[in-house]
């Protein structure tokens, strides 16, 4: 399935989730620890900055998989649903 706009706004908002979800747990687990603040912010960051570039190229395969296969179902469930149609 080639990338379309709708998969391309999954991606980025998948990623977007990640990176948020990685900045916060690594604050939180910095902050709680007793690392300086801004010590904590930089390594949030970072991690951030890493789930960015991880999640572009991990989520992009992922989210066209999930439309290829519901895109399928769908397909299946409506050559069923007229096929019943066609029965009555």
């Known amino acids: 399935m ?7 706004e999954l991606t980025r908002l998948a990623t977007a989730y990640f ?5 916060a747990v690594t604050f939180l687990v910095g902050s709680l620890s007793g690392v300086d603040g801004g010590t ?3 390594r949030s960051v970072t991690a951030a900055a890493i789930a ?3 999640g572009y190229l991990l989520a992009a395969p992922v989210v066209d998989v999930v439309l ?5 179902d769908e397909a299946a ?5 007229r096929a019943k149609e066609d029965d009555s």
């Open 77 to 81: 469930r409506q050559a069923a649903e």
């Open 40 to 42: 904590a912010l930089l």
């Open 52 to 54: 960015i570039v991880v």
């Open 19 to 23: 990176a948020s979800i990685a900045f």
């Open 68 to 72: 290829a296969a519901m895109a399928r």
């Open 2 to 8: 080639k990338s379309g706009n709708g998969s391309q």
